[in-house]
């Protein structure tokens, strides 16, 4: 599921969920819906590339991934996670919710 908000400097900004109901996602603020939207369209075929995923290590010792768009520009960055495998598992999750979406 993809949950758009707003907040209270009227920015949009939008979460991606598993199934369960954890956060893989978080994206950046943007400026506009129209901003959002465009990114959000641009979403389904972003994600089969693999180059636009940056996986990375915290100084913590966990794991995240952080989505870039064509242009290396963030989009979002995940949840962290305690191992490298699931990192992995969150970027097929995130992959799997996107094409879900897509198809509905």
Known sequence: MIEVKKDNKNYYSFIVTA???NSILQSVSFPS???LDATLEKLPP?????????RKTGHNGKFHFTLKD??????GTSKEYTSEAGMENGIVNFRNRIAAIDQS
Do not use: D, R, Y
């Not at 064509?70 to 989009?75: E, M, Y």
């Open 33 to 35: 819906k129209k901003e």
């Open 19 to 21: 199934k369960g109901g």
């Open 70 to 75: 064509q242009n290396g520009k963030t989009i």
């Open 46 to 54: 972003l994600v089969s590339k693999p180059s636009v995923f940056e």
